[in-house]
């Protein structure tokens, strides 16, 4: 088991900057993939960006050069930092933790934080 507690949400004007920490606990943390997903009421949860277990990194195209994840393994913590953030930035933004074997999938989410992008 794993357990993901988001922080560093907010309101923040167009512009400005964040940065969203998620704790983890419970399980090896260095050994998960770690994604920030984030969701809008009424679509669809998507990928804002993932960084593997040996640290190479993906981002949705419309995030590309605006926000920078990363792990630090050592304080079992996977952080995102958004720059240049827009309006439609505005969404709660979401943890995952998630490792693949043979025999199963191990997938898990924390609870969410908001993010609003508004002046």
């Known amino acids: 088991q794993v357990q993901l507690v988001e922080s560093g949400g907010g309101l923040v004007q167009p512009g400005g900057s964040l940065r969203l920490s998620c704790a983890a606990s419970?399980?090896?943390?260095?050994?998960?993939?770690m994604g920030w997903y984030r969701q809008v009421l009424g679509k669809q949860r998507e990928l804002v960006a993932a960084?593997?277990?040996?640290?190479?990194?993906n981002y949705a195209d419309s995030v590309k050069g605006r926000f920078t994840i990363s792990r630090d393994n050592a304080k079992n913590t996977v952080y995102l930092q958004m720059n240049s953030l827009k309006p439609e930035d505005t969404a709660v933004y979401y943890c995952?933790?998630?490792?693949?074997?043979?025999?199963?999938?191990?997938?898990?989410w924390g609870q969410g934080t908001q993010v609003t992008v508004s002046s």
């Open positions: 995952n933790a998630r490792r693949e074997t043979e025999e199963r999938v191990y997938d898990y």
């Open positions: 960084i593997a277990s040996g640290g190479s990194t």
């Open positions: 419970g399980s090896i943390f260095s050994i998960y993939a």
